[in-house]
């Protein structure tokens, strides 16, 4: 055998060993009481979805391609055993905070992290040889390739973050403007929920993660009832500190019976005044941030317009001298 065979043959033995350590994991958690309970559990939630699923199809609903590829992820995710019930909280917790409330977003999620990890470890596995200082050593490529399928597991967390701290920051540059339109809904007559509701109609063009929050939350106080528990649920769901302010602030004047309209007109100053200063605070940070660029790219090019002529005419003058 040549070296090209050998190589390949590790490659996929270092393969085959990634999926016999998975299979060993899918073991382990499916031999206790534990696993088999979870198991069940899994299982009912895939048959629940499914029956669902059918049941909609039954209908008349017309699926299209990407709803069916998120079908079949969810139920590769609902299958999973890597995971278990407090993660996969958490992680619904995250992606709510990000905008996806659907029941198979966890799933689809917990999918792509697995085959996100399945790619980063094959292709490390495939172009191992090229590496410096590690392609030679066969265990070196194994740790590099195990190392790789964790961090290909973790990128899409980070992913999911980062769009939840994206849509924070709409959400909060926007929630002055918001204030202002629930004083003036409840200077008018109008009640919690139907001020609510009405804020949200107006900031669908204007934010319209903000908007869809304010609908649901109209919603859950149509439908509950429960003013408190729909109020705490738009602050876990926006987890804003001014929200959360908010949410504080309406929450005791429904208790106490003081005006909601005077507390909102106080609240709104302060976050206007509050923002207003966030917006300084970026202006006057510009400055120090403009430094670094501005020598990098626009000095040189000022030099070199300001002394390329008398450096040409000081070449020419010595080759002439010559």
């Keep these: 055998m040549n070296q090209n065979e050998i190589e390949t043959l590790i490659n996929l033995l ?17 031999g206790g009481t534990r696993g088999r309970i979870a198991e069940r559990a899994r299982m009912a939630a895939a048959t629940h979805r499914s029956d669902s699923a059918a049941a909609a199809q039954d209908d008349g609903e017309t699926s299209t391609r990407r709803e069916r590829v998120l079908r079949r992820l969810a139920r590769i995710g609902d299958k999973i055993p890597l995971f278990d019930a407090k993660y996969r909280l958490k992680l619904q917790k995250e992606m709510v905070k990000s905008g996806y409330r659907s029941n198979l977003a966890v799933s689809i999620l917990l999918a792509v992290k697995f085959f996100c990890g399945l790619a980063c470890a094959a292709a490390t596995v495939m172009l191992g040889s090229r590496i410096p200082m590690v392609g030679a050593y066969p265990a070196a490529r194994g740790i590099a390739m195990l190392m790789v399928f964790i961090v290909g597991m973790i990128v899409p967390e980070y992913v999911v973050a980062f769009r939840a701290s994206r849509r924070r920051k709409k959400m909060a540059g926007c929630l002055p403007d918001a204030l202002d339109l629930l004083v003036i809904c409840t200077n008018a007559g109008n009640s919690l929920g139907v001020s609510i509701r009405r804020v949200a109609d107006e900031l669908k063009t204007i934010c319209p993660p903000l908007s869809d929050e304010f609908s649901l939350a109209a919603d859950e106080l149509k439908l509950s009832g429960d003013s408190t528990r729909a109020l705490n649920n738009l602050a876990e769901r926006i987890d804003l500190p001014s929200i959360r302010a908010l949410i504080s602030t309406l929450t005791q004047s429904m208790r106490y019976g003081t005006p909601i309209t005077q507390a909102l007109r106080t609240l709104s100053r302060t976050e206007r005044v509050a923002h207003i200063v966030s917006l300084e605070e970026k202006a006057a940070k510009l400055a120090p941030k403009m430094v670094v660029p501005m020598m990098l790219f626009i000095l040189p090019a000022i030099i070199a317009i300001a002394a390329g002529p008398a450096v040409i005419q000081l070449l020419a003058f010595i080759a002439g001298n010559k």
């Design 14 to 30: 270092m393969l085959f060993g990634l999926f016999a350590a998975l299979a060993v994991w899918w073991a382990t958690k499916h």
